[in-house]
């Protein structure tokens, strides 16, 4: 039996490791901020009647400009964004690689500052773009200042920041933003993945595209709208940045019956972001709890706590396990980070915590 490495793969991926968080069967899975909520029982309802009348369509190709949907995101997103700032995918991530495909590739650089979502670095590393890295500021957040001596120094192609960010939660300012989009000439590309998490009034960087036409907000349908599993992630931009996605898409990207399951969820947008508020209240609870028990919960404004303190990250990881809870080790030294659930799933968390005693398992 051969393996990988009997393979010819390019050499750039050899030692490389696949996005790996874990799949398992528990009671409580508080791992991959999941939006745990059910969706409201009329809104499935409605998005199973439309998937019932794409599949009777099913035998055609769909809508490549995936014309509704674009609308439904621009009307959605408002900013007086029109569809043609509008560019979607199966999930953010293939905006991600979509992005790099357009702008990065074999000779290009593309920055960003770790700890940060992981798959920045796998689609880098499969897309041929070299990954180079800056240090955070204290607490991990980043100045506009910090984020200017990086730009300056590794002259990058492309920017990366995750605002919120995963899996820390900070917040990325905007006057770090602007200033990183005034320092290159290359693409900035924002990952507002848990946009609709951050405090109520807080800006989003779609207030900065009108004049940046280098400047990129993605998004995505998997956290608010509790839409993991659809894969459905879009993006913001300047209508010459839709055409350059364009050139490397797949002819027929996005199936009919995600189209059709995004835009009747769209349609539901009131009731699906209710859930949000709920989120954000178990977040904050986790925040007050956590610091109780004896931890250091970091700032968030996203759907999920980073939280320090812990002797041995991994025994309490296993030991929560063991209770059927299913949390996550980012790799950060002495911390976990856990996805704010109902309150049913928060309370069973803390408890197992509680539990365990400060400092968690040893």
Known sequence: MVSLSDLPIRDDLRGQTPYGAPQLHVRYALNVNENTHPIPEDTARHIVESLARAVLQINRYPDREFTVLREALAAYL???????????????????????QAFGGPGRKVLAFPPTYSMHAIIA?????????????DDFEISAATAVAAIEREQPDVVFFCAPNNPTGTPVPLQTIEAAYAATDGIVFVDEAY??????????????LAGRERLLVSRTMSKAFAFAGARLGYLAADPAVVDAFRLVRLPYHLSALTQAA????LEHAPAMLAMVDDIRGQRDRLVVELAQLGYRPYESWANFVLFGGLD??????????????????????????VTAGTRGETSAFLAALAELGPGGAR
Do not use: C
Request: no cysteine; aromatic share 4%; proline share 6%.
């Open 195 to 208: 946009a609709e998490f951050m405090p109520e009034g807080a800006p989003s960087a779609l207030t900065l």
């Open 262 to 265: 995004a835009v009747a969820a």
């Open 125 to 137: 590393h499969g897309s041929g773009t070299e990954w180079v890295e800056a240090e955070r500021d």
């Open 312 to 337: 041995s990250p991994k025994a309490t990881f296993e030991a929560l396990l063991e209770r059927d809870i299913l949390v996550r080790d980012v790799g950060i030294p002495g911390s976990l980070r």
């Open 78 to 100: 408002g900013h007086e964004l029109a569809p043609e700032n509008i560019w979607a995918g199966n999930g953010s991530n293939e905006i991600i690689q979509q992005t790099l």
